[in-house]
């Protein structure tokens, strides 16, 4: 399974774009990427999921070079409501896989964001 | 919109007792899931159920056991609680379709004394 490595924590203030990168350099071909966020006393909530190249939703935007062996969750405009903890998680999400679309979840980004 | 219902958002139980922790889900999802969460650690996975009355260990099995008798529902089961249960415990489910995120409730923060 594919290990993830992304930045223990970012701040930024309202207004800006936040990026935040993960690193998945294991990552194999049935594996996709999935970008959860966390607000404390709360589940993860699912915000993007991609493949490769370029998704984007009414969210944020998600970016995956050709090689796979990153990708990067973009918030456009964030506001301090973002504040929570982001997390980058990559698998084989279908049953068709030996993990049985089972997600490792790793520690994650805490995104603040400030007036 | 789907909805990821546990049962107790708080729960406080003594060492030793038998302690359930249900979980229903009203999307006709057919995989579920039980997590826990812990500062520093993340989310571990316990176990999780593709279907009715299957089941498969997680990652950290050690101490519970689970119940998939209906489709909707997921219970997890402390056997015989202990203070290192302390801890979230988040349910998901998914539905069996290559691609589909899994959806989360709001977690029940157990304490066992």
């Known amino acids: 399974l594919a290990k993830t490595t992304q930045p223990i924590s970012m701040d930024s203030y309202e207004g800006q774009e936040v990026n935040i990168t993960c690193s998945h350099n294991?990552?194999?071909?049935?594996?996709?990427i999935t970008w959860y966020q966390q607000f404390p006393s709360q589940g993860p909530r699912f915000i993007i999921q991609g493949y490769k190249t370029k998704v984007t939703n009414e969210v944020a935007s998600l970016f995956i070079p050709a090689d796979r062996k990153s990708s990067t969750l973009s918030l456009p405009r964030v506001s301090l409501s973002d504040t929570a903890v982001y997390y980058c998680?990559?698998?084989?999400?279908?049953?068709?896989?030996?993990?049985?679309?089972?997600?490792?979840f790793g520690r994650g980004t805490q995104l603040t964001v400030w007036p | 919109d789907v909805k990821v219902t546990q049962s107790s958002r708080y729960l406080v139980k003594r060492t030793g007792e038998k302690v359930f922790l249900e979980c229903v889900q009203d999307?006709?999802?057919?995989?579920m899931f039980w997590y826990r969460q812990d500062p520093g650690l993340g989310l571990r996975l316990i176990y999780f159920s593709y279907d009715v009355k299957m089941k498969e260990k997680g990652d950290i099995p050690e101490g519970y056991s689970v119940s998939r008798e209906k489709k909707e529902r997921f219970s997890l089961i402390l056997e015989s609680a202990s203070t290192n249960q302390t801890s979230m415990y988040l349910c998901a489910s998914r539905a069996d379709r290559g691609g589909r995120p899994q959806h989360f409730g709001d977690g029940t923060r157990l304490s066992i004394l």
């Open positions: 998680l990559v698998g084989d999400i279908s049953n068709r896989g030996s993990t049985l679309g089972r997600l490792y």
């Open positions: 294991n990552i194999a071909t049935n594996d996709y």
């Open positions: 999307m006709d999802h057919e995989n």
